[in-house]
T-cell receptor, first 115, second 112 residues
Framework: DAGVIQSPRHEVTEMGQEVTLRCKPISGHDYLFWYRQTMMRGLELLIYFNNNVPIDDSGMPEDRFSAKMPNASFSTLKIQPSEPRDSAVYFC?????????????FGPGTRLTVL | LAKTTQPISMDSYEGQEVNITCSHNNIATNDYITWYQQFPSQGPRFIIQGYKTKVTNEVASLFIPADRKSSTLSLPRVSLSDTAVYYC?????????????FGAGTRLAVHP
């Protein structure tokens, strides 16, 4: 299994531009999570999906952020318009629907820099 | 969600055993105790999880006392490659709910 796949790995953009981050979860996993990591705030959960349906988006910072999961193998996190304070590493994670524990499988992350 | 407290940083030397203790005084009955490891420029990686007593795998051991208000991650004979941030979390996957709260973690530095 290739694990969770994220693209791009690095993104540099200018303030005001639209940014789209992509994630392919592990096949068969029912849950998909988007996290953001910064030095100041650490690792924060933004939103998660179950069977392509958003379950908890309370971590989405503001309306400039949106996430979609059109099918079981693909999700996007969009920032429009982007701002310098959005600079961070964005991680996608997935997990199967069974089991009581807290094991999630993280992707390599997308490092976003907004100038 | 129960909050966890762990040391901000620790230093060790190659070949030593490292024990990182985490406090979770408000852990709920159904919560599991989970540890993740994160190397620079990588996503967190699950390393071990337990509910009570002791759990051991090929990477680490996890010791949980009877009251479950704390836990200790034990890394035997560390090497330079164990330099990473270690996160302690508590929670459970119940009814489709699995919101994990990552604290600041413990930054472990292993020296030659």
């Amino acid at each position: 299994d290739a694990g969770v796949i994220q693209s791009p790995r690095h993104e540099v953009t200018e303030m005001g531009q639209e940014v789209t981050l992509r994630c392919k979860p592990i096949s068969g996993h029912d849950y998909l999570f988007w996290y953001r990591q910064t030095m100041m705030r650490g690792l924060e959960l933004l939103i998660y999906f179950n069977n392509n349906v958003p379950i908890d988006d309370s971590g989405m910072p503001e309306d400039r952020f949106s996430a979609k999961m059109p099918n079981a193998s693909f999700s996007t996190l969009k920032i429009q318009p982007s701002e310098p304070r959005d600079s961070a590493v964005y991680f996608c994670a997935s997990r199967p629907g069974q089991g009581l524990g807290n094991e999630q499988f993280f992707g390599p992350g997308t490092r976003l820099t907004v100038l | 969600l129960a909050k966890t407290t762990q040391p901000i940083s620790m230093d060790s030397y190659e070949g030593q055993e490292v024990n990182i203790t985490c406090s979770h005084n408000n852990i709920a009955t159904n919560d599991y105790i989970t540890w993740y490891q994160q190397f620079p420029s990588q996503g967190p990686r699950f390393i071990i999880q337990g509910y009570k007593t002791k759990v051991t795998n090929e990477v680490a051991s996890l010791f949980i006392p009877a009251d479950r208000k704390s836990s200790t991650l034990s890394l035997p004979r560390v090497s330079l490659s164990d330099t990473a941030v270690y996160y302690c979390l508590v929670g459970t996957f119940s009814g489709g709910y699995n919101k994990l709260i990552f604290g600041a973690g413990t930054r472990l530095a292993v020296h030659p």
